[in-house]
């Protein structure tokens, strides 16, 4: 049974950073490309970035480019969310999620974690 449990969740004032952390078991995890998602209050779920499985490729959305990174720690079945520059605009539950094939729509990932909120004041 896969299970992702994200973490690393929290308040952060405008302009400050938070790291998030996606660990997952039950899944040959460094074989899968692994997803970041996030869910804005009263909005839909949208694609936040994603990375390869060997970690050589990124996709990130255009309103985090330049301010996100994603990598991942194949030895601790792990993958991880930078954050900097946070925004008020950036306050969501943020999700990390297994991708099927690598892309965007989110009818390519199968298992879900149970997400972690992050709310940015101004």
């Known amino acids: 049974q896969v299970q992702l449990v994200e973490s690393g969740g929290g308040l952060v004032q405008a302009g400050g950073s938070l790291r998030l952390s996606c660990a997952a078991s039950?899944?040959?995890?460094?074989?899968?490309?692994m997803g970041w998602f996030r869910q804005p209050p009263e909005k839909e779920r949208e694609f936040v970035g994603l990375?390869?499985?060997?970690?050589?490729?990124?996709d990130y959305a255009d309103f985090v480019k330049g301010r996100f990174t994603i990598s991942r720690d194949n030895a601790k079945n792990t993958v991880y969310l930078e954050m900097t520059s946070l925004k008020p605009e950036d306050t969501a539950v943020y999700y990390c999620?297994?991708?099927?094939?690598?892309?965007?729509?989110?009818?390519?990932?199968?298992?879900w974690g149970q997400g972690t909120q992050v709310t940015v004041s101004s």
């Open positions: 039950g899944v040959m995890f460094s074989r899968e490309s």
């Open positions: 999620a297994v991708a099927q094939a690598f892309g965007r729509d989110t009818t390519l990932f199968g298992a």
């Open positions: 990375i390869s499985w060997s970690g050589g490729s990124n």
